[in-house]
């Protein structure tokens, strides 16, 4: 009698196991990065925005005067207490404010969806080497979720001393 072997066909239960496990982990691997991926996706958005409210609130500080003529001829910045932003007129006024929670737009109205956001702009006064004008370094920063972004601004003196 003559024994003849049968051809296998097929996987062992060990292949399998091992299969799965192997496949397991790659898969557990591409899902971590893709995580990763999808978890910081927002980030490049709330970079923007926060850029955005930035140079917004620079650009609003820039355009008012040098300095009031109420003032006198002071080169040191104080807030005037008890106004709001619409009635100020010079770039010192902005010496001081702040938002604790959100941001406001010029008429102090709260804007929807920037809750998470401050703002904290400075007004320093500095001597440029420009023919002896007067400037003030005006430097805004604004604080979002997980990003400080601060820019700077310089406002001179229209006038010669």
């Given amino acids: ?9 097929g996987f062992t239960l060990i292949e399998l196991i091992i299969f799965i496990v192997v496949v397991g982990a790659g898969m557990a691997g591409i899902l ?17 925005q926060t850029i955005a409210i930035a140079e917004s609130l620079l650009e609003e500080i820039l355009l008012r005067q040098y300095m009031d003529s109420a003032r006198g001829a002071s080169t040191t910045c104080t807030s005037r207490a008890g106004t709001t932003r619409t009635d ?12 604790a929670s959100g941001i406001v737009n010029s ?55």
């Fill in 32 to 48: 971590s990065v893709m995580n990763a991926v999808v978890k910081s996706s927002a980030d490049p958005l709330v970079r923007k």
């Fill in 88 to 99: 100020w007129v010079d770039v010192c006024d902005y010496q001081g404010y702040t938002t």
């Fill in 1 to 9: 009698m003559s024994m003849s072997r049968r051809h296998q066909r």
């Fill in 107 to 161: 008429l102090e109205e709260a804007v929807s969806g920037l809750e998470k956001y401050t703002i904290n702009p400075t007004v320093i006064a500095a001597t440029t080497d420009l023919a002896g004008l007067l400037a003030f370094s005006v430097r805004v920063s604004v604080t979002g979720p997980g990003e400080t972004i601060s820019l700077t601004g310089y406002r001179a003196n229209d006038t010669l001393p």
